[in-house]
């Protein structure tokens, strides 16, 4: 009897949920969102007037007039730029490229005669990253430039 009593609730929940679920979808964007009032221009000029600008150059014009004080640090470690902001994040793992030398051979049932030559390969076959805090802190001197790694073998 227990075991039946148990059933029928779990019916009743999941019918419960389900009117629920269907009742989100049967909404429409208007009335969930609505569409009277002002448009986005009319916000942004209301807030320009409520700053005594006429001109929003103006606005712009008096932050270019900041002169940086004598004795400011540079800010050159500080700014943020998306390949700056992932590197230091999430930096990249060691992957040292592998050069290897093949030796002149025979290749293929034809037997055709191949020169030696050297490749070069990544040690691991795909990029790995660090998750935050697992590798010391990168300093912004550190980083490669936005050309990717450096080096000669690298193309």
Request: aromatic share 6%.
């Amino acid at each position: 009897m227990r075991q039946r009593h148990r059933q029928m609730l779990v019916r009743v929940l999941i019918s419960g949920v389900l009117a629920l679920t269907l009742t989100g979808c049967a909404s429409t964007k208007e009335a969930v969102l609505p569409q009277d009032g002002p448009s986005m221009k009319a916000i942004y000029d209301n807030h320009l007037q409520a700053l005594a600008a006429r001109d929003p150059q103006s606005l712009r014009g008096k932050l270019d007039d900041r002169p940086l004080a004598s004795g400011t640090p540079s800010l050159e470690g500080y700014i943020r730029e998306a390949y700056n902001e992932l590197e230091t994040t999430f930096p990249r793992l060691p992957n040292p490229t592998l050069v290897m030398y093949v030796f002149p051979h025979l290749a293929s049932d034809e037997r055709v005669p191949v020169p030696g030559y050297v490749t070069s390969f990544p040690m691991y076959e795909r990029v790995e990253y660090a998750l935050p805090g697992e590798v010391p802190s990168v300093r912004a001197d550190d980083i490669p430039k936005h050309g990717g790694e450096s080096g000669p073998d690298r193309r």
